[in-house]
């Protein structure tokens, strides 16, 4: 048993959630010192299929409310959001290059790749190889991003993202963001979903809360 409670962040680029429960995270962690966090990408489709559930977009009420929900946290967040042309995008190229640079890089390395705004926020088309490394050059450097994307078709990496995935499922997952936390002492897994679940997440960990606008926030990656 841990003497400290971890977090564990499974999301997909996919997903306008997952981007505002990993920005929101990497928010909050800076004052939870004496909590473990780990952002683990997965296959959203496949959470989705797993758990024999389907995306909001997919039923048009849920739909309809989701487009209004995201500016309405936007707003409340202060996170920009543009809302893609190209939604849903296929972004298991993604999510793989994202697990190399997990297995690869730092933990500060690859949470600055995590949170690049390439989809939600500059409409990039990130099926594309070249826009992922594009995107990620001014972090990696071009020839490093480069290298890992070609590690992307390596078996390894293929299963690593499934794993991720099977592993999530596993878990209770039914979408993304969802978070498995662990107390303190104690081994027992704590499922919560959605971006929406940190206030409750606070509370139950004893962790300070200081709204969805933090007083003072990292500067925009």
């Not at 993604?94 to 690049?116: G, N």
Request: include cysteine; charge should be neutral; charged fraction near 20%.
């Amino acid at each position: 048993m841990s003497a400290r409670s971890s977090i564990v962040c499974y999301y997909d680029v996919v997903s306008p959630y997952s981007y505002y429960g990993v920005k929101l995270l990497n928010r909050y962690k800076t004052q939870w010192k004496n909590v473990d966090v780990e952002l683990r990408p997965v296959f959203l489709a496949g959470v989705l299929s797993g758990s024999k559930n389907q995306a909001p977009a997919n039923v048009a009420a849920k739909g309809a409310y989701m487009l209004e929900d995201l500016g309405r946290v936007s707003a409340a967040t202060g996170l920009p959001l543009n809302f893609p042309s190209n939604f849903p995008v296929m972004t298991v190229p993604a999510s793989r290059l994202l697990a190399t640079i997990q297995k690869t890089e730092s933990v500060a390395t690859y949470e600055q790749c995590v949170e690049k705004e390439a989809y939600w926020v500059e409409d990039q088309d990130v099926s594309q190889q070249d826009t992922l490394i594009n995107a990620l050059a001014p972090i990696l450097g071009t020839d490093k991003a480069t290298k890992y994307m070609q590690q992307t078709s390596e078996k390894e990496i293929k299963q690593l993202l499934i794993d991720n995935t099977n592993e999530a499922i596993e878990a209770g997952a039914f979408g993304a963001p969802t978070f498995i936390i662990k107390k303190a002492g104690s081994d027992n897994p704590h499922l919560f979903f959605g971006s929406d679940r940190f206030e409750v997440i606070a509370s139950f960990l004893g962790l300070p809360y200081e709204g969805l606008a933090l007083r003072t926030s990292p500067a925009r990656l």
